[in-house]
């Protein structure tokens, strides 16, 4: 029965080419019944029907329940995914040595813009597939230039934090998960500093929580006993700033969306994602040229004859853009309490999955600091909510 669609008709509601038979007789014909007759008829039959006259019932898949499940559990799946394919891809080319990370990162949003615009020539967006759903229509949307330039600095702020989150987790996929644990330390100054929303006291106090344990997973225990600070400088370096850029690219996502006509034009945060994702692969290629341009030629070389290379470059950027989609989807038909547990949840399961596929173990240290600081981060979303004062019950006369 999926996918099909059948076209349903009242014959009641047409108009008689025949001399109307009486009532006594409808009834005679229908058994007995009173009730409407309905008829189900072929396309053919169908096509010679007025089309006010006809009601489309389309088969639409798993119940909204069970679909928002499956969003959740392929949204973890997607980024965990991402995650390999994307320390795969950086290996491919030569790890974090070879000068090629700014080129991988640029075709991973390559690879977006051409999935981007499949789903504009197709006008179908085959992300709901994944909660058993049919696929939704995804048309062309109607942004002018004016829109598009309204738009840059979110395509600038997206394409960097993506840049910068490659370069952290090329240094090192576990320390860099938890360096990006502290994005809201930068969402909170960035936030005060250049879009005046100071985030709430309580909000402030739990900082000081993110911040010391991401220190305390940068420490190591030497044989003597004492701790000293040990971590991999790329990862904490790409990672602030991939915090960074990601607190201003909220900041200036808000500040599009509150213009209403370009909201409109947009047709939904699915456009708006897929436009965000071209601008940001173009804005990428200058400066990748402009860094790595004399390494393309071997780059070229590589993904054309390491098929290794070529499966986990676009493995990579399908998997960055769909479960970015599903978090989408995911978070927005959720409560604040409960997106906050999935973001925290999201984090541990990745950090623990990344482990197993790289091999390398986190140290006591970073368990510890790991914790500490995403509890923290699980505080710092909910603590508002929590220290709520309660509406006080209004007592009866």
């Known amino acids: 029965m999926a996918g099909n669609t059948y076209e349903m008709i009242c014959l009641r509601d047409l108009e008689p080419k025949q001399p109307q038979v009486s009532t006594e007789e409808q009834i005679k014909a229908n058994n007995g019944s009173t009730s409407p007759i309905i008829f189900v008829l072929s396309p053919s039959i169908v096509a010679s029907v007025p089309q006010q006259f006809t009601i489309k019932m389309a088969f639409k898949g798993a119940p909204d329940s069970v679909a928002l499940a499956l969003f959740f559990v392929f949204w973890y799946a997607g980024n965990m995914k991402y995650n390999e394919y994307n320390t795969a891809a950086l290996n491919a080319v030569g790890g974090k040595t070879s000068g090629l990370t700014m080129t991988v990162a640029t075709m991973q949003l390559g690879v977006c813009a051409v999935y981007a615009l499949i789903m504009w020539a197709t006008k179908v967006n085959p992300a709901t597939l994944f909660g058993l759903q049919a696929p939704s229509k995804q ?89 000293s600070l040990k971590f991999d400088s790329t990862a904490l370096l790409f990672g602030m700033l991939a915090n960074a850029f990601a607190a201003f690219k909220g900041g200036e996502n ?42 393309f030629p071997e780059f070229m070389e590589k993904l054309t004859s390491d098929s290794n290379l070529q499966f986990n470059l676009v493995m990579s950027g399908l998997c960055f853009y769909i479960y970015n989609e599903l978090a989408t989807y995911t978070l927005k038909v959720t409560g604040a309490v409960t997106a906050s547990v999935a973001n925290t949840a999201k984090r541990v399961i990745v950090m623990v999955y990344m482990a197993a596929v790289t091999g390398k173990a986190l140290t006591d240290e970073q368990k510890l600091g790991s914790g500490i600081a995403i509890t923290g981060v699980l505080l710092y979303s909910l603590i508002d909510d929590l220290l709520k004062p309660k509406p006080k019950k209004s007592k009866e006369a």
């Open 139 to 227: 048309d062309v949307p109607k942004t002018t230039k004016d829109d598009l330039i309204k738009s840059l600095p979110l395509g600038f702020c997206s394409a960097g934090a993506h840049a910068a989150t490659v370069f952290a987790l090329g240094g090192d996929p576990l320390f860099g998960q938890i360096v990006k644990a502290a994005e809201p330390v930068l969402a909170a100054l960035v936030g005060t500093l250049a879009y005046g929303k100071a985030p709430s006291f309580n909000k402030v106090m739990c900082l000081p929580i993110i911040v010391g344990g991401v220190a305390f997973a940068s420490l190591k225990k030497g044989d003597d006993g004492s701790y």
């Open 254 to 295: 808000s500040k599009l969306l509150s213009d209403k006509g370009v909201a409109e034009r947009y047709g939904g945060v699915g456009n708006q994602f897929a436009v965000t994702q071209i601008l940001g692969f173009f804005i990428l290629l200058p400066i990748m040229f402009a860094t790595e341009g004399s390494k």
